[in-house]
């Protein structure tokens, strides 16, 4: 209990987070820490031993007889030249407090030390990482300098590379590590945000089977949220589901006494004679029941669709054709009106798909265009090859739809106030059907104004369809 309790808190986000800044603030501190300490130790004078006042004696020696074979090159020239003297010698001017040396590669603090301290005879200095004996007089081309010579002290509790390096590589060094560490550490922090994200946009776009099964196993408040997620998912699975299986079942259900009702009427219609107004009123319930068929089997059939229990009959066949045909059908309705269609249709074209499912659903675009055309107009059916992609375009040169009503035209049961009007019929399912029958061909639908007229602009329905791969391409 009281384990499981401390395991609770410990893989809570907001106590990951806070150990995590933590450790990392502290690392950071004790780097820091350790690299000033490194300039801020206090010097160590003593006094000169006897072997190091001899170095120091000889080393002067050698300095003039350097200098007095090398009179016209400048100082620092003849101190790096001067091989038969050890690497980390300095001297300074006295009046001037100028420096020259045969080495750059020391701490800074060695020039700020030899020009600060004035000291009459040589004594040892310790700084941290280095040893300074010095100062000790030589007199070159008649000046007088003080000569220093510093040797770097290996420090046993630092490894030897750590010493080695310059100073500007060890700043650099603490802030990779502390960025590598806090890049790990909000990598974890993202990673399960960023699929939460995905898995959040995916059921938004409808796939509703989506779920997080990495995330049943998390204690903390991401894994909650995971959780909460998968939670949401199934429920919204399920109401779906249910909604769609209700509206499936409600228009299965009216089919039989639809049925029967048309079956009643064909009978009226043979036993009565010669009632002209008995006649009129037959043939409304016969119009309105057709109509009332006719709206129950595209509700039936969305619903299959939507609930993927539509059986896809599955075929290559040629798409060009398809169209071809079905602009034939749509030129003879379309006459009526005075409508001519205009074709622009990339000849053979194979699509594998249902071939039916998609001749239905390129057919309602067409009436739709057909219907909402006004007379003495025209209509153009395209069909291209895009990025491999094969795109049908139909525009018309109708009233085309509200821009802000554009995309709701693809959802079920939806027309305009205009499209309710009138008294051409329609359910509003036509274009649901069809954009679900796109869908289930991995493809896309929308629809967007033909011209930015104001009167009668017309419409555009665009499809793409994924390109077969034996389809020629152009
Ligand atoms: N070419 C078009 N021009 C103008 N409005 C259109 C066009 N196509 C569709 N619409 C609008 O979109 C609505 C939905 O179209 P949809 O095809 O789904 O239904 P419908 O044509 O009214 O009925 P049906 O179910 O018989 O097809 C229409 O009612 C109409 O308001
Ligand atoms: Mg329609």
Redesign the pocket.
């Known amino acids: 209990m009281f384990l499981n309790r401390l395991k609770a808190t410990f893989s809570s986000l907001k106590v990951k987070i806070f150990l995590g800044f933590w450790i990392i603030a502290i690392i950071t501190m004790s780097i820091t820490q350790w690299v000033t300490e490194q300039y801020n130790e206090n010097e160590k004078i003593i006094e000169i031993t006897k072997a190091d006042q001899l170095h120091l004696q000889l080393t002067a020696k050698k300095l003039v007889r350097n200098f007095s074979k090398e009179k016209l090159r400048p100082i620092d020239g003849v101190l790096i030249r001067s091989r038969n003297i050890p690497r980390g010698i300095w001297l300074k001017d006295p009046k001037t407090n100028r420096l020259h040396s045969n080495t750059a590669q020391l701490p800074f603090r060695i020039p700020r030390t030899i020009k600060e301290l004035e000291f009459s005879h040589a004594v040892d200095i310790t700084i941290p990482g280095y040893n300074l004996i010095g100062p000790q007089e030589v007199v070159i081309r008649d000046k007088t300098y003080h000569l220093f010579i510093g040797k770097i002290i290996q420090r046993k509790d630092i490894p030897q590379f750590l010493q080695q390096m310059p100073d500007g590589l060890r700043v650099f060094m603490v802030l990779v590590i502390t960025g590598m560490l806090c890049w790990v550490l909000s990598w974890y922090l993202i990673r399960p945000l960023k699929k939460l994200t995905s898995a959040t946009k995916l059921i938004g776009k409808g796939e509703l089977a989506t779920r997080l099964p990495e995330f049943e196993n998390r204690f903390d408040e991401v894994g909650q949220l995971g959780q909460a997620l998968n939670g949401m998912a199934d429920k919204l699975e399920h109401s779906i589901a249910a909604q769609q299986r209700l509206l499936g079942d409600i228009s299965h259900e009216l089919r039989s006494p639809l049925t029967r009702m048309q079956l009643s009427l064909s009978m009226i219609e043979k036993v009565q004679h010669n009632n002209p107004t008995l006649d009129k009123y037959i043939v409304r319930v016969a119009t309105e029941t057709s109509r009332l068929d006719?709206m129950i089997s595209?509700a039936l059939q969305l619903s299959r669709l939507e609930s993927q229990l539509q059986q896809m009959h599955n075929s290559t066949f040629n798409l060009s054709s398809l169209l071809e045909s079905l602009i034939d059908d749509a030129q003879f309705v379309g006459n009526e009106k005075s409508i001519s269609i205009k074709a622009d249709i990339i000849e053979n074209i194979k699509f594998f798909g249902d071939h039916q499912l998609l001749s239905s659903a390129i057919e309602?675009?067409l009436?739709?265009?057909l219907?909402?055309?006004i007379n003495d107009s025209q209509i153009s059916v395209s069909l291209k090859l895009k990025n491999h992609k094969i795109r049908i375009i139909i525009c018309?040169q109708?009233?085309?739809?509200d821009v802000k009503y554009i995309k709701d035209?693809?959802k079920p049961f939806?027309?305009?106030s205009?499209?309710?009007d009138r008294i051409s019929?329609?359910?509003?399912?036509?274009?649901?059907?069809?954009s679900r029958a796109i869908h289930c061909h991995q493809g896309h639908i929308y629809?967007k104004l033909a011209t930015t007229s104001n009167e009668n602009p017309?419409?555009c329905?665009i499809m793409t369809l994924p390109q077969a791969t034996d389809t020629p391409s152009s």
């Open positions: 006719n595209q309602n675009i009436n739709n265009a219907r909402y055309s018309d109708g009233p085309g739809v035209i693809f939806f027309r305009t205009e499209a309710r019929g329609g359910t509003g399912l036509g274009l649901a059907i069809a629809a017309g419409l329905v």
